[in-house]
Each structure stands twice: as C-alpha cells, then as structure tokens.
C-alpha cells in the first residue's frame, strides 16, 4: 500500500501568513489522485481539494493544492482565523486508499 | 447533504455492534460508500467500501473477516456490521460518500465506538 508521510506535524502561524503543508508518497500516485481534506476541533473531516488541485466551488481561492509524482503541497495564502485545524492528505490512486497522518495548523 | 450515523456504543472486547448511516439530500443508490474511522488523537484510516450497486464490497486487512459492509438503497441506509471487536476497534466511525473518481465528497459527524 502506498504510505503517505505529511510533514511538518504542527505548524505555528499567526493569522495572515502563508501556511505550507507537504505529503509525501512512498511511491508516485497513479492520474496525480491526491485530496486534501480539512477537519476543525470535534467536527468531520470536509473536503478541500481533489485530483491534487482542483477546489470545490464553496472552498475558498486561499487554499491551492500541488504537485505531482509522490510530492504534493497544501498551502493556504493568508491564514485566518477558522483555518486553524488539522489537514489530512488522502491517495485514491491505488487500492487500498490510505491518508497522511495529519499536520496541525495551530495559531503561534 | 445529509448523512447521519447511528449506533456507537460502549461494548466489550469480542462484543458485535451495528453501525447505520442515513441519507439524504443526494440520490443514494447512484453513489459508492465508504466507512473511513478515527481514533482518538490519531489519524484517518479506510475500513471498507462498497459500491453503489452493492455488488463490490472491499475491506481493510485490519478488520477482514470481523466487519461486515452493507446498503439498503430503499431505505437510503449504510450500514457496518462489527463482530469481534477488539480494543483496537475504538474510535469515531465515519459514513463518506465517495465520488465516482475515488475522493470523500461528504462526511458524517461521526459515531463513536468504544471497546474495552
């Protein structure tokens, strides 16, 4: 199965800064099938971008996804507020699909 | 988009569970399921898919042979039979609709399973 390592675990910010989370493959990711969902304190897990960068039409322009092979990158532009949470990346390029641990944006 | 799952409980080690999910706001029966959980403090992990039809049923290693996947497309119902349970077991079980492509297009809040 294909392991997803993201990195850094937590990553300390102040609203308004540019956040930059990374997930690597253990192997290259079939059609670049990568997603990225978002999940705040208590809630589920909502989607955030799919096929590595493409934005569902409610996600805001902040949040862009990148990347090809086994490296993809999650940056959100300008941090605010309710964008501190944790953010798992996801492969559905190979079966059985698998997620990155998770990295925690938390406010420095 | 609406999907609410039932069922979560405190159970003993080898004890069985049931898990449903309702939906609603989406025709059911035109989308493939999944269960993914969570366990406390820790990450995502897929338990088990299956297709909108309900003919292709896949399952984690971890939990083959022990879970059991399953829909009502009549009654827009998921559902996860659980046998077996093991402490390992513990953590929020969540219902996702998935796309046609393979990504989570829409989570419930979650039901938490406990085994001790």
């Known amino acids: 199965e294909i392991v997803l390592t993201q990195f850094p675990d937590t990553l300390s910010l102040s609203p308004g800064e540019r956040a930059t989370l990374s997930c690597r493959a253990s192997?290259?990711?079939?059609?670049?099938?990568i997603a990225w969902y978002q999940q705040r304190p208590g809630q589920a897990p909502r989607l955030l971008i799919y096929?590595?960068?493409t934005r569902p039409t409610d996600i805001p322009e902040r949040f862009s996804g990148s990347g090809s092979g086994t490296e993809f990158t999650l940056a959100i532009s300008r941090l605010e507020s309710e964008d501190f949470a944790v953010y798992h990346c996801?492969?559905?390029?190979?079966?059985?699909?698998?997620f990155g641990q998770g990295t925690k944006v938390e406010i420095k | 988009v609406v999907l609410e799952e039932s069922g979560g409980e405190l159970v003993q080690t080898g004890g069985s569970l049931r898990l449903s999910c309702v939906a609603s706001g989406f025709t059911f029966g035109k989308f493939d399921m999944t269960w993914v959980r969570q366990a406390p403090g820790k990450g995502l992990e897929w338990v088990s898919f299956i297709s909108a039809s309900g003919l292709t049923v896949t399952t984690a290693d971890s939990v083959r042979g022990r879970f059991t996947i399953s829909r009502d497309n009549a009654r827009n119902s998921l559902f996860l039979q659980m046998d077996s349970l093991r402490v390992e077991d513990t953590a929020t079980y969540y219902c996702v609709r998935e796309s046609n492509n393979g990504w989570y297009l829409d989570w419930g809040q979650g039901t938490l399973v406990a085994v001790s």
């Open positions: 096929d590595v960068s």
């Open positions: 996801h492969q559905y390029g190979l079966a059985p699909y698998t």
């Open positions: 192997q290259s990711v079939r059609f670049n099938n």
